[in-house]
């Protein structure tokens, strides 16, 4: 199966009729209509009877077998009012939209505003040798867990800590820990917190104390794969044993794949260091976690990097699921891939150990990242490549250039230059008014620079490109 369906939180393609919808995906519907107001200014368009695609299609669709087998999708529309730009938002107001915005409708976009980057710490030195064992895992619930039951998985998390504990888990795509863990005898081990994101954390109840915990919302999907905003979960423990404290971050990071969502993957990264920044205190020692729908193609693990040293990442995707931490590469004493026990992604663990005494400086430890580099290598289709939202490419005049119609998701824009040799890079629109449809523009020179974009359009490489790129960036901090 094609990897850009299997890491969807639904693995459905076109209609909504055959969507296994969850808990997260039913909440982002709501929250995208809360969020459309009327607007005056940026890219949109009213499709009209006489422009025949893939959004009239759409239209026809809701009209004639959305709405009559399920009205509920409809909320406050009225079929016998309703004009066409009312059918029309509701075919782009969708987890996977064929139609532009229409222009009375616009999209909240204030998580593009780049915050600032925060300078993170060193973490304190400890008097007493410790050891932290970490596990970070998709659970793929609405299919593992919702059809299948969900055993594998918790199995899984049972024998791999064993016989050494886990200190702590993250855990994404988790709508109810107890499913989890109480099946094998693990709910009085660990207390569990599970969000309204479909993430879930827990920590060691005989190792840890609880000193506070929380979440904040860090980014949001592109609106080509839109099932809602993405948060950070986080708590702060203290160790019984040695009184050292813990700044825990799990993440579930936003679609599409290598794209940080609708503000790009340099927002996100600085709205996770920002969160541990404001929630965490010097000295803690820092531990982020999650499938962050990112590998390093993207912005989001590169602008990372400079910050904490990635300890860990999975071959799923290219390697999304990922573990970052302000202890350096040497106080890593173990890393493991445990297989995917049933999901479509693979537990990963690490084992953090520190000597008493020690004093770490992670600035200066950074190591280049070279296992996400190669998990990238092996990227299967649009896992790939590099995605920009927002962003407009400019080229220098001249070159090999070639246009695709009708393509309603970056992702497929980048696929389709993948399959030309000559492809360098990439600009998708979704709303193009000289053919009146999204395009896809293929390009067979490097991109100059940039031109400001919006939201319904975005730029990237293909996967030979965002390689070469990633290895530049892995060696430039």
Same mark, same amino acid.
């Given at each position: 199966?094609?990897?850009?369906?299997?890491?969807?939180?639904?693995?459905?393609?076109?209609?909504?009729?055959?969507?296994?919808?969850?808990?997260?995906?039913? %909440?982002?519907?709501?929250?995208?209509?809360?969020?459309?107001?009327?607007?005056?200014?940026?890219?949109?368009?009213?499709?009209?009877?006489?422009?025949?695609?893939?959004?009239?299609?759409?239209?026809?669709?809701?009209?004639?077998?959305?709405?009559?087998?399920?009205?509920?999708?409809?909320?406050?529309?009225?079929?016998?009012?309703?004009?066409?730009?009312?059918?029309?938002?509701?075919?782009?107001?969708?987890? @996977?939209?064929?139609?532009?915005? $229409?222009?009375?409708?616009?999209?909240?976009?204030?998580?593009?505003?780049?915050?600032?980057?925060?300078?993170?710490?060193?973490?304190?030195?400890?008097?007493?040798?410790? %050891?932290?064992?970490?596990?970070?895992?998709?659970?793929?619930?609405?299919?593992?867990?919702?059809?299948?039951?969900?055993?594998?998985?918790? /199995?899984?998390?049972?024998?791999?800590?064993?016989?050494?504990?886990?200190?702590?888990?993250?855990?994404?795509?988790?709508?109810?820990?107890?499913?989890?863990?109480?099946? @094998?005898?693990?709910?009085?081990?660990?207390?569990?917190?599970?969000?309204?994101?479909?993430?879930?954390?827990?920590?060691?109840?005989? /190792?840890?104390?609880?000193?506070?915990?929380?979440?904040?919302?860090?980014?949001?999907?592109?609106?080509?794969?839109?099932?809602?905003?993405?948060?950070?979960?986080?708590? %702060?423990?203290?160790?019984?044993?040695?009184?050292?404290?813990?700044?825990?971050?799990?993440?579930?990071?936003?679609?599409?794949?290598?794209?940080?969502?609708?503000?790009?993957?340099?927002?996100?990264?600085?709205?996770?260091?920002?969160?541990?920044?404001?929630?965490?205190? $010097?000295?803690?020692?820092?531990?982020? !976690?999650?499938?962050?729908? /990112?590998?390093?193609?993207?912005?989001? !693990?590169?602008?990372?990097?400079?910050?904490?040293?990635?300890?860990?990442?999975? !071959?799923?995707?290219?390697?999304?699921?990922?573990?970052?931490?302000?202890?350096?590469?040497?106080?890593?004493?173990?890393?493991?891939?445990?297989?995917?026990?049933?999901?479509?992604?693979?537990?990963?663990?690490?084992?953090?150990?520190?000597?008493?005494?020690?004093?770490?400086?992670?600035?200066?430890?950074?190591?280049?990242?070279?296992?996400?580099?190669?998990?990238?290598?092996?990227?299967?289709?649009?896992?790939?490549?590099?995605?920009?939202?927002?962003?407009?490419?400019?080229?220098? $005049?001249?070159?090999?250039?070639?246009?695709?119609?009708?393509?309603?998701?970056?992702?497929?824009?980048?696929?389709?230059?993948?399959?030309?040799?000559?492809?360098?890079?990439?600009?998708?629109?979704?709303?193009?008014?000289?053919?009146?449809?999204?395009?896809?523009?293929?390009?067979?020179?490097?991109?100059?620079?940039?031109?400001?974009?919006?939201?319904?359009?975005?730029?990237?490489?293909?996967?030979?490109?965002?390689?070469?790129?990633?290895?530049?960036?892995?060696?430039?901090?």
């Amino acid at each position: 199966a094609d990897a850009a369906a299997l890491d969807d939180e639904c693995d459905a393609e076109g209609g909504r009729g055959d969507c296994a919808v969850n808990a997260l995906q039913l %909440r982002a519907r709501g929250g995208a209509r809360a969020a459309a107001e009327v607007d005056s200014e940026g890219a949109c368009h009213d499709v009209k009877d006489d422009e025949p695609g893939p959004c009239l299609n759409a239209i026809n669709w809701a009209k004639n077998v959305g709405y009559p087998q399920h009205p509920e999708w409809y909320e406050g529309l009225t079929p016998a009012t309703a004009t066409n730009g009312d059918w029309q938002y509701f075919s782009w107001n969708t987890s @996977h939209p064929t139609c532009p915005r $229409p222009c009375n409708k616009k999209w909240d976009d204030q998580w593009c505003k780049l915050p600032t980057v925060p300078k993170l710490w060193e973490p304190a030195p400890v008097t007493t040798p410790v %050891r932290i064992k970490i596990l970070s895992y998709n659970l793929f619930w609405w299919n593992l867990f919702s059809i299948r039951g969900g055993f594998s998985a918790g /199995a899984l998390i049972k024998s791999s800590g064993e016989p050494e504990l886990y200190d702590v888990m993250g855990l994404q795509e988790c709508e109810d820990p107890a499913k989890v863990f109480g099946p @094998h005898g693990l709910a009085g081990v660990y207390t569990a917190f599970n969000t309204s994101k479909a993430t879930c954390m827990a920590y060691r109840n005989d /190792a840890w104390k609880l000193i506070d915990h929380g979440e904040r919302e860090v980014a949001m999907d592109m609106r080509t794969e839109y099932y809602g905003r993405r948060s950070a979960q986080w708590m %702060r423990l203290q160790h019984k044993k040695t009184g050292l404290f813990l700044f825990f971050v799990n993440h579930h990071g936003p679609l599409s794949v290598n794209s940080g969502g609708a503000c790009g993957g340099q927002n996100t990264a600085h709205n996770l260091l920002q969160t541990m920044h404001e929630n965490g205190k $010097p000295g803690d020692i820092i531990v982020l !976690v999650g499938d962050f729908n /990112a590998n390093a193609a993207s912005k989001t !693990v590169q602008a990372l990097w400079p910050h904490l040293t990635q300890i860990y990442n999975s !071959v799923s995707f290219g390697g999304v699921d990922n573990m970052f931490s302000n202890v350096p590469r040497a106080g890593v004493a173990e890393t493991l891939d445990l297989g995917s026990g049933g999901s479509d992604h693979h537990a990963i663990s690490a084992v953090l150990a520190l000597p008493a005494g020690s004093t770490v400086n992670a600035a200066a430890s950074l190591a280049e990242p070279v296992l996400s580099v190669d998990s990238l290598k092996n990227a299967g289709g649009a896992d790939g490549c590099m995605i920009e939202p927002g962003e407009m490419y400019t080229y220098a $005049p001249g070159g090999w250039t070639s246009f695709a119609h009708n393509i309603v998701d970056p992702r497929a824009c980048c696929n389709a230059c993948q399959g030309h040799a000559e492809c360098k890079a990439w600009t998708w629109e979704e709303w193009n008014t000289g053919i009146k449809g999204p395009l896809c523009t293929m390009r067979g020179v490097a991109p100059s620079g940039t031109a400001p974009g919006n939201g319904t359009v975005a730029s990237g490489l293909p996967k030979g490109a965002a390689v070469y790129e990633t290895l530049k960036a892995s060696k430039s901090f």
